[in-house]
């Protein structure tokens, strides 16, 4: 046995969320790609079955009411607020992240036009939205719509100059938590205050950070955030988004997209809209049941479980996936992409490679599953609910073996 498959072994006998892994439905391929895709968790088949038989097909309609899927929303909402530093009420599921990019940039340049930004300076002409220029493709298109539609200039910064580009008519500014290349963190606390301070209002896309790393929206004060539930959170392939509105925003937060499901009364069928209160204004059209339940089973593996605790393991795996690629991997065959301060990095490590995309080809071929970023990036993503040192190890040490 080597040295480091010894210290894999060490590590993963002092591991306190070892037990966790056998609430998951694993085989014996090294999963490294659950920042895109999740794991199955092993709840989850036995309660969609119940869901599709006894819900649906046996109680019918009577399950909005007695199977509670009416609440779904708010309720699911709830259980995922703790893993992202939200008090009850605040959260609402539904909906793809794009949606509820989109509601919450507008609802926040409405805030921002009525006075309503969390800091100084409100009440100016603000017609700029600010985007970290090195988002996810699809925040940036939606970022471009929504300024078109509220007629704002749209300016693409990177996080770091975001303070720097600030003023009088800045409106909002959507900004990633993690990379998603990179896996680099942005400081969330800080980025946040410098737009309340500019009297601007503030959303933040936690897709790559929720479910592995504390984000505490209440305790910065964030106004609105959004995220995916099928990365750490391991809701299933397309599982709703949420959306996060900030409890004493909720009353002004006027949604671009108002359904009768956020009327406040929806089974009045009045042709005036009233904005239901609280987050429930987040919501659109009739929830998608069958998949929002599916992530309320899957919510069960987080049971007894600290979002602290899976941080700490998340750094520790991925300072160990480094040493080891550093004691595999032939020198000068990948560049580190990731930051190595814990302060700025997720749950991910990415890795510059001339030929990542047919590396990445190999390495699932051999049991180790990560993915490709265009051009050069091979991108493993850590969930420490489920991975393991021994995994890392021989991540590592077969993408030596492919390289050399």
């Not at 690629?325 to 032939?330: L, M, Y």
Request: charged share 25%; proline share 5%.
């Amino acid at each position: 046995m080597s040295e480091l498959a010894f210290k894999a072994g060490e590590l993963d006998a002092g591991d306190g969320l070892a037990g966790v892994r056998s609430r998951f439905v694993l085989d014996d391929v090294v999963y490294l790609d659950g920042n895109s895709l999740g794991a199955l968790p092993a709840s989850v088949p036995g309660r969609v079955d119940d869901v599709v038989r006894r819900q649906w097909g046996e109680l019918r309609i009577r399950s909005w009411e007695e199977s509670g899927w009416w609440t779904a929303p708010e309720r699911i909402g709830d259980r995922i607020a703790p893993l992202v530093g939200a008090g009850v009420g605040q959260v609402v599921v539904g909906d793809s992240t794009s949606v509820n990019v989109f509601k919450a940039l507008v609802g926040a340049v409405r805030l921002a036009r009525l006075g309503s930004g969390s800091g100084s300076g409100s009440g100016s002409v603000r017609d700029e939205l600010v985007v970290d220029a090195t988002t996810f493709p699809t925040d940036g298109y939606i970022a471009e719509s929504a300024a078109r539609l509220t007629g704002c200039t749209l300016r693409p910064v990177t996080p770091e100059r975001v303070p720097e580009v600030l003023g009088a008519r800045t409106a909002a500014v959507l900004l990633n938590h993690v990379d998603y290349r990179s896996g680099r963190l942005h400081d969330l606390p800080a980025l946040t205050d410098a737009v309340h301070a500019a009297g601007a209002v503030v959303v933040w896309d936690l897709c790559h950070s929720a479910g592995a790393l504390p984000v505490g929206l209440d305790a910065h004060g964030v106004d609105l955030a959004v995220g995916c539930t099928y990365k750490y959170l391991n809701g299933g392939p397309g599982s709703p988004a949420y959306l996060y509105v900030r409890r004493e925003l909720q009353d002004r937060f006027d949604s671009p997209l108002p359904g009768w499901n956020s009327h406040a009364e929806p089974f009045g069928m009045r042709p005036d809209y009233e904005p239901a209160a609280g987050a429930l204004r987040g919501r659109v059209g009739t929830p998608d049941i069958l998949s929002m339940l599916a992530l309320e089973a899957a919510l069960d593996v987080w049971d007894g479980v600290s979002i602290e605790s899976v941080r700490a393991k998340s750094l520790a795996l991925t300072d160990f996936f480094v040493e080891c690629v550093a004691a595999h991997v032939p020198e000068g065959r990948v560049e580190l992409v990731t930051p190595v301060a814990h302060r700025e990095r997720g749950s991910q490590i990415a890795l510059r490679c001339d030929d990542a995309g047919d590396v990445m080809k190999k390495l699932i071929e051999r049991g180790v599953v990560g993915d490709f970023r265009h051009p050069d990036v091979l991108r493993f993503g850590f969930t420490p609910l489920y991975v393991g040192f021994g995994d890392v190890e021989r991540a590592a040490r077969v993408l030596g073996e492919v390289l050399r």
